[in-house]
């Protein structure tokens, strides 16, 4: 995992909330939906296929801490995660918190409008929430 890069456009969409057993926890930078991405840190892969079995239980644990942390959010109706991987291969979950009403409900949230990105102090707020709902990361 020490030779692992985050792809660009990942790094320009979302911001770094946790460090998980295998996977950053990011979330992206658009205030209509909460939305948290993982990016499994191992080095050139695109398809869930590609990690070994002890990656994927550890992938899944993950997926599963971020669905249940997305479900406790105000307003969060139904939970939506997928991995696409057509314009970014790189090996990553969306998890996205929806509810009816949702600007894109009820269809998917790619291609769907434009996104808006956080006002950089409520962003930090945000990063800050997630992190301590994740709880990843000993609190000070």
Known sequence: ?????????LAANSVLVDQGPLS??????DERYPWLVLVPRVTGITEWLELDGDQQDKLR???NR???ALKGTDGVEKINFA???NIVPQLHFHVVGRHVGDPAW?????GNGQPRPFDETVLQERVAMWKERLGYSPQP
Do not use: H, I, Y
Not at 1 to 9: G, I
Not at 24 to 29: F, G, P, S
């Open 106 to 110: 009820p269809a998917p949230v790619w």
């Open 66 to 68: 971020c669905c249940k």
């Open 1 to 9: 995992m020490s030779d692992f890069e985050l792809d660009s456009r």
């Open 24 to 29: 950053q926890v990011r979330l992206m930078n």
């Open 61 to 63: 644990t993950e997926l």
């Open 83 to 85: 991995t696409l991987g």
